[in-house]
């Protein structure tokens, strides 16, 4: 089943959104395999990011995504890469349609709330770099066989 990564940024975190996020995808069908709560060194920042390092906001978004404890997680279920983007809304929460996490609680670019992995090549990399395989659990939930 396919997998993505999935982050309540430090502004969620300190807005108590950690249980109305992990809520929507619960409620939307898809299966949590793993959660932690951590703070991400400036090193795994850069790392998570490396696609934006030349970009005039590169050193903003690190100290952001650095400034206190996220919420990181790997949820799975049939397409949750490109659905859980859709959940998400547009990067600039101005943009973001309402309903979405970011529509419903975000207002500005620099402060959006949640990361998802944009594709299933970023999924992959984004779930080795945040979380060790023993760190994933496999599993059946009894409501999978009402929501396939
Ligand atoms: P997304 O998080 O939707 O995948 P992205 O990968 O283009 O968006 O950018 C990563 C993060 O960088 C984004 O969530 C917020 C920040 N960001 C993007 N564009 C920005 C801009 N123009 N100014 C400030 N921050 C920006
Ligand atoms: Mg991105």
Not at 85 to 110: C, H, L, Q, S, Y
């Amino acid at each position: 089943m396919e997998k993505t990564f999935l982050m309540v940024k430090p502004d969620g975190v300190q807005r108590n959104l950690i249980g109305e996020i992990v809520n929507r995808f619960e409620r939307k069908g898809f299966q949590l395999v793993g959660a932690k709560l951590m703070q991400i060194s400036n090193e795994l920042a850069s790392e998570h990011y490396g696609e934006h390092k030349e970009r005039p906001f590169f050193g903003e978004l690190v100290d952001f995504i650095t400034s206190g404890p996220v919420f990181a997680m790997v949820w799975e279920g049939e397409n949750v890469i490109k659905t859980a983007r859709e959940m998400m809304g547009k990067t600039n929460p101005a943009e973001a349609a309402p309903g979405t996490i970011r529509g419903d609680f975000g207002v500005t670019v620099g402060k959006n709330v949640i990361h998802g992995s944009d594709s299933p090549e970023s999924a992959e990399r984004e779930i080795n770099l945040f979380f060790d395989q023993k760190e994933l659990v496999s599993y059946t939930k009894q409501d999978q066989s009402w929501i396939y």
